[in-house]
């Protein structure tokens, strides 16, 4: 007897996938409305100061330029929830490239052209931009990114780590980092005749846009729609709203017109966040047999003017490794910089960078392998909380990833393989991502003919969540796949949380598939044909998602990488790489394959080619575009592999998954920094490990 194939674990293709090679397909700034105005925004030219005088007059002698909006004109808005889309609403400069001005024209060349005749004069003020170990501004703030403490102590860590007999004692300095997804950050605001708002906003979660634009432009929730259909990659940088979608909808107010607006990549850096640098001191003290007694991990990391925002890069101490003694801490300095944010996997991607090297050190300090170090630190609770895990698949991870990577038998000399003027080395490093989910809100229908519909404000930012939600829908309902069409992506849609802190698909898929199966016991007890307009549940998690859990809840993963280290040029390249993980059930192996992948091609580019420095002088970043800013290219990943161990853990939610979108970059920069240690005997502890770092290292 065959049965049919369960739709929930299968690789289903991505529902949108056809539409996007196709070019059908259509993004934020890609509406076509009718009489549609373009607009460019003008980045302030100073660190730090007041805009004294704005001169319009040569550029609205431009032909095409309809209006120039500054501090003068621009339509007055309400408090914003965030800071940063308070713009156009005084002289203020608070960093370079803080929007001054926005030039609105009949096209995009025309607004540009404007925007380079305006001629703008200021009153500068001292500025700030660079970070230091022991800035005088530094203080300790009470709460880091995501509300973790900011300083967490057990024991007495002093005391552990001064009688440890085998103590490492780094720092490691990392650099501001930069999202720059494919889609730059664009808006097409349109305000209809009855005063309705609709906005088409590359965002990754259109609920926050929509209550964020009513609250700044005071309007009440219903008379806001924001539809984020198709998003071209945010990496955390859309994941609230950025300063475009409040100049777009203001210049639409301003003009009467539709007005789309798309950020220009080289401004990007100044407005929609970046990962912030850090200085990390990380301290281990252990026994002999390798055995940790000490743990410390000390962050300082800057913030802007504007707003505090923490890295909590410390955090991951406080999950990974067992000891009886520890301090993890985060200090900050606001400086005359833009706001960091939200980057792919914010505090566990830098933090992990520091803790996974300098465990690689205490290996090299105990001349033990670096793998059986991680194994004897495993931890069976988590050491902050001292809650049990719900599940914590390291070990496997470790063991299976060593297997397949061919590990045994690897002579942990430094230097010792050459093919030619290559050194070749390997690596290791761990990986952890806490799993979260938060209340949602979901809708089911059945139709007469048999199909269905779901409907869920969830953001597909090119995860393949479309995908993924039919999927458990299907299950949930007993349906065949091509059965159940979904909606998302548009604010009128029932209410759901943003694309981020890998908890989308936890969040919504929890909704779905609590309104999929409620609606199956619907019509498990309905007789005779359905209604015409057929049957329709809602669903909400508000209850479920916010009962505190007993256990600590959280992904592992190991990287394993190799590279080679061209002695005359100073060039790594990564020969291969491989990474394990235990993520609860993957519930779409092509997905989120995809999803390893990008991360660990992510921890690529932060090991050895993104970095991005801020000019003291002129107080930006130098790296400002994808000319200076190298992203990882195929030419630089040429064998990259993820697999997955199997995870059952009942303690999550019904699917029993957790996030796969972040995981994948903690620790794969540490991975091949490591493996660079490995082929050199040279330990660089600011990376990129670019040529130029390079070179001068190598004996």
């Known amino acids: 007897m065959s049965h049919a194939p369960q739709p929930l674990g299968a690789p289903a293709v991505r529902r949108e996938g056809r539409a996007k090679v196709t070019g059908t397909a259509r993004y934020a700034a890609e509406r076509g409305l009718p009489g549609c105005l373009y607009a460019w925004p003008v ?46 609403q005084d002289d203020r400069v608070p960093h370079r490239g ?67 007999p085998v103590r490492v004692d780094v720092t490691y ?38 209550d964020s634009l009513a609250a700044a432009f005071g309007l009440t929730t219903d008379r806001v729609t924001v539809v984020s259909e198709h998003v071209g990659g945010g990496f955390g940088s859309k994941g609230t709203p950025r300063p475009q979608v409040v100049l777009a909808t203001m210049a639409a107010l301003h003009t009467g017109c539709p007005v789309e607006l ?6 990007m850096p100044a407005l929609v966040g970046h990962r912030a640098p850090t200085v990390q001191r990380v301290r281990l003290g252990a026994e002999r047999d390798g055995t940790l007694t000490a743990v410390a991990q000390e962050i300082v990391t800057h913030t802007s003017r504007l707003k505090e925002f923490v890295e909590q890069a410390a955090v991951p101490a406080r999950v990974m490794y067992g000891s009886p003694h520890s301090r993890t801490t985060h200090r900050v300095t606001a400086l005359d910089v833009p706001s960091p944010s939200w980057m792919r996997a914010p505090g566990e991607a830098s933090g992990m960078y520091a803790l996974e090297s300098a465990m690689d050190e205490l290996a090299t300090a105990l001349a033990l392998d670096p793998v059986e170090l991680r194994l004897r630190n495993d931890p069976a609770e988590e050491p902050d909380s001292g809650k049990p895990f719900s599940s914590r698949g ?184 491989l990474g394990v993980f235990a993520a609860g059930r993957i519930l779409n192996p092509r997905t989120a394959r995809s999803q390893f992948i990008g991360g660990m091609t992510m921890g690529i580019g932060m090991a050895l080619t993104e970095g991005s420095t801020m000019d003291p002088v002129f107080g930006d970043f130098t ?38 979108g972040e995981i994948g970059i903690v620790g794969s920069a540490a991975a091949v920094g490591n493996a660079f240690h490995h082929a050199t005997g040279v330990r660089l502890r600011t990376p990129p490990l670019t040529p130029d770092r390079v070179l001068t290292r190598l004996p």
């Open 262 to 267: 798309a950020l220009p990549r080289r401004q």
């Open 173 to 210: 300095t990392l650099e501001a980092l930069h999202n720059h997804p494919m889609e730059p950050h664009a808006t097409t605001a349109h305000w209809s005749p009855e005063g309705h708002l609709t906005v088409w906003d590359s965002s990754q979660g259109s609920t926050k846009v929509r």
């Open 623 to 660: 790296e400002c575009d994808l000319a200076s800013y190298h992203v990882p290219v195929c030419a630089d990943v040429t064998a990259i592999d993820a697999h997955w161990i199997e995870e059952d853990d009942p303690h999550l939610n019904p699917m029993g998954s957790k996030g796969i």
């Open 394 to 577: 390291l070990a496997a991870c470790l063991r299976e990833g060593a297997a397949r990577f061919g590990w045994q038998g690897r002579d942990p000399a430094p230097g010792t393989r050459r093919e030619g003027a290559l050194l070749l080395g390997t690596g290791v490093a761990s990986a952890t991502y806490p799993a979260f989910a938060g209340a949602s809100h979901a809708s089911a229908h059945a139709a007469p003919d048999g199909r269905y519909r779901i409907a869920v404000n969830a953001t597909d930012i090119g995860t393949g969540a479309r995908t993924v939600l039919a999927q458990i829908a299907a299950q949930a309902l007993g349906a065949p796949l091509d059965d159940v069409a979904i909606d998302i992506g548009d604010s009128d849609l029932p209410d759901a949380p943003l694309a981020g802190g890998s908890t989308g698909t936890a969040s919504w898929g929890w909704a779905v598939h609590k309104a999929a199966a409620l609606l199956a016991e619907r019509l498990a007890a309905h007789t005779g044909p359905l209604p015409a307009d057929g049957l329709t549940v809602t669903a909400d998690t508000t209850e479920e998602t916010g009962r505190e859990s007993p256990y600590a809840r959280h992904a592992f993963g190991a990287h394993f990488a190799e590279v080679a280290v061209d002695t005359r040029t100073g060039e790594v390249r990564v020969r291969r790489m």
């Open 98 to 164: 803080w929007p001054v001005a926005l030039v609105v024209a009949d096209s995009l060349a025309a607004a540009r052209a404007g925007a380079d005749a305006l001629h703008i004069t200021y009153e500068t003020a001292p500025h700030d931009v660079r970070l230091t170990a022991d800035h005088p501004g530094l203080y300790t703030p009470e709460n880091a990114n995501g509300g973790y403490p900011a300083v967490r102590e057990r024991g007495d860590f002093d005391g552990a780590f001064a009688g440890s």
């Open 43 to 88: 980045p302030a030219s100073v660190p730090a100061g007041r805009v004294t005088a704005v001169r319009t007059v040569d550029a609205l002698a431009q032909p095409g330029v309809h209006c120039v909006l500054t501090h003068d004109n621009a339509p007055r808005l309400e408090e914003p929830d965030d800071p940063i889309l308070a713009v156009l």
